[in-house]
T-cell receptor, first 111, second 116 residues
Framework: KNEVEQSPQNLTAQEGEFITINCSYSVGISALHWLQQHPGGGIVSLFMLSSGKKKHGRLIATINIQEKHSSLHITASHPRDSAVYICAVPHSGGGADGLTFGKGTHLIIQP | GAVVSQHPSWVICKSGTSVKIECRSLDFQATTMFWYRQFPKQSLMLMATSNEGSKATYEQGVEKDKFLINHASLTLSTLTVTSAHPEDSSFYIC????????????FGPGTRLTVL
């Protein structure tokens, strides 16, 4: 079973700062997910990536398959980015698995 | 993009009653649906994997007789919490995996269950 470690657990930053959230996992995977969860609980899928780098607006996700590590970056952070960011990987590594989730990074961006 | 809905979005029930939660893929067919739950201030945990037309596979520690899962069609899976107790109060989220790619999972908005 895959295990996921995320850091930091909590992060408070000023508006405009560059944010980095890290994720490490234990079992080789087909793809890694970055998710965003707002206080109401709803989950938004930000990225699914299996190699390299993806960019969507101010969000960038990278993954190093060999090192079993991924990072989520937020450029020019804004208070509306405040949320919990969660890294998730397939339970047993394969594509048809349910996901194992990290504990999340609680991000607060202050104006 | 693919949309997954859940109904109800929240429910309050008395201890001992049963509650059914629906998960629907609105614009795609989902061969597999997953059910997760999240207790306050904890991470999401996989409860079970539901494949259309077959019995669900439950994770260790999840009681199959308490959490009944039915995946009767390629667009609908239901989770029934039977004889609910206050300790079942949680946030339940489903995700659906489309035919297009096994790695892609689309999440529902979640259902908050409170058992009094």
């Amino acid at each position: 079973k895959n295990e996921v470690e995320q850091s930091p657990q909590n992060l408070t930053a000023q508006e405009g700062e560059f944010i980095t959230i890290n994720c490490s996992y234990s079992v080789g995977i087909s793809a890694l997910h970055w998710l965003q969860q707002h206080p109401g609980g709803g989950i938004v899928s930000l990225f699914m990536l299996s190699s390299g780098k993806k960019k969507h607006g101010r969000l960038i996700a990278t993954i190093n398959i060999q090192e079993k590590h991924s990072s989520l970056h937020i450029t020019a952070s804004h208070p509306r980015d405040s949320a919990v960011y969660i890294c998730a990987v397939p339970h047993s590594g394969g594509g048809a698995d349910g996901l194992t989730f990290g504990k999340g990074t609680h991000l607060i961006i202050q104006p | 993009g693919a949309v997954v809905s859940q109904h109800p979005s929240w429910v309050i029930c008395k201890s001992g009653t049963s509650v059914k939660i629906e998960c629907r893929s609105l614009d795609f067919q989902a061969t597999t649906m997953f059910w997760y739950r999240q207790f306050p201030k904890q991470s999401l945990m996989l409860m079970a994997t539901s494949n259309e037309g077959s019995k669900a596979t439950y994770e260790q520690g999840v009681e199959k007789d308490k959490f009944l899962i039915n995946h009767a069609s390629l667009t609908l899976s239901t989770l029934t919490v039977t004889s609910a107790h206050p300790e079942d109060s949680s946030f339940y989220i489903c995700s659906a995996q489309g035919l297009a790619g096994v790695d892609t999972q689309y999440f529902g908005p979640g259902t908050r269950l409170t058992v009094l």
